[in-house]
C-alpha cells in the first residue's frame, strides 16, 4: 500500500468529514427554522445585501449559478426570496427576501449563534484555534479557486 493512497494521510477526508459533522451539528436548528443549511448560506449572503442578481450569489457562495437556481426555486416556493427579471437587463435575475425572509434573520440570530457556541466550545480549540484555522481554510480556498 500507498502511503499518499492511506486514508489517515488525507486532508481532504479530515474536511470532509469536519463540513460533514459541523452541518449535521447545524441540522436540528435548521429544522427548527424550517431551512436547509444551502438555503441558510443564501440566506446569510442576502442578509448581506438585499436584492442580488443570481451569479453574484452564486459567486459568493463559490457555487455555480445552475446549483444555485434550483435552490432558489425551493425557496420562493417556501415564501423566503422572489426572483424577477432586472430592469436594465432582462436576460439577469435578481433575488430579494421577502418579508418571512427578512424576519428569519432574527429567528436565525437568536437560535444558531447561540447554539453552535455552545458545540464548539464542547470542543478542544481555543477561539484563537478558531480564528487560525479560518485564515488557514481561507488560503487553502483561495489557492484551490484559483
Known amino acids: 500500500m500507498h502511503a499518499e493512497l492511506l486514508l489517515d494521510n488525507q486532508i481532504c477526508f479530515r474536511l470532509y468529514t469536519a463540513s460533514r459533522l459541523i452541518t449535521q451539528a447545524y441540522t436540528p436548528?435548521?429544522?427548527?427554522?424550517?431551512?436547509t443549511y444551502p438555503q441558510y448560506l443564501v440566506l446569510m449572503v442576502l442578509w448581506e445585501k438585499d436584492c442580488q442578481p443570481v451569479n453574484d450569489i452564486a459567486h459568493r457562495l463559490l457555487l455555480?449559478?445552475?446549483?444555485?437556481?434550483?435552490?432558489l426555486q425551493r425557496m420562493e416556493k417556501?415564501?423566503?426570496v422572489v426572483r424577477q427579471r432586472g430592469q436594465e437587463d432582462k436576460r439577469q435575475q435578481l433575488?430579494?427576501?421577502t418579508e418571512k425572509g427578512r424576519a428569519l434573520e432574527e429567528e436565525a440570530y437568536n437560535v444558531v449563534p447561540s447554539r453552535m457556541g455552545a458545540?464548539?466550545?464542547?470542543?478542544?480549540?481555543?477561539?484563537?484555534?478558531?480564528?487560525?484555522?479560518?485564515?488557514?481554510?481561507?488560503?487553502?480556498?483561495?489557492?484551490?479557486k484559483k
Not at 29 to 35: N, Q, S, V
Open 29 to 35: 436548528m435548521f429544522t427548527e427554522l424550517g431551512i
Open 64 to 71: 455555480e449559478t445552475n446549483t444555485v437556481t434550483p435552490l
Open 78 to 80: 417556501q415564501g423566503l
Open 95 to 97: 433575488v430579494s427576501l
Open 119 to 144: 458545540a464548539l466550545r464542547a470542543c478542544p480549540l481555543k477561539i484563537d484555534d478558531y480564528e487560525h484555522l479560518a485564515a488557514e481554510l481561507d488560503a487553502l480556498i483561495a489557492s484551490l
